[in-house]
């Protein structure tokens, strides 16, 4: 059997990355591989450790993703030459997700990555909520599904609560009904 290829992504298995990776590549011939930041993810690429990379670049809600963005430049300023291969966009759903301690009415803070933050904005906002930034989403989610507080939740996609035997609040917090998020595949020029 031949060696698989390495996508890398942001966030662990059951997060926004590893689905996008689920929807492009085949899983019997590429296998996913995560990073904890886009500047880590974008070095792995250049230094071998993935062939290609799956990033999310534009979401309906909140146009262009600046960590990506930035990350892509930084990567580019140090020389390293990138090539799209392909384009597509798949729905997020951002479900407001907690331990089996956490009700919906004791909730005061939310954990996320950045990104799902601004994409759940307004419900926040109403909620009152707390917005607690974290390296990723589904990082966020084992956090908070870990130290089961009553008053901690964190947003995240349904899968990864599944796997966790989570306890799911609300199950689309997103400013918008169809929340896309366009996501680009890159490899080295």
Known sequence: MSQKI???????V???GYRAFAYAFNADTHEYKGFSSFEELFKGLADGQVTKVVVPYESSIIGKTKPVSDAIKITEKQGVQLKEVTTFSIPLYHALISGPAASLQKIKKVYSYEIALDQCSIAIEEMGLERIPFEDAHAAVVHVVKRNRPDEAALGPIDAAEKLG?????DDMSNAENNM???KVFALA
């Not at 390495?6 to 662990?12: F, K, L, P, Q």
């Not at 989570?166 to 609300?170: G, S, Y």
């Open 166 to 170: 989570a306890q799911i609040l609300k």
């Open 14 to 16: 059951g997060g926004n």
């Open 181 to 183: 998020m366009r996501y």
């Open 6 to 12: 390495i996508v890398g992504g942001h966030g662990g």
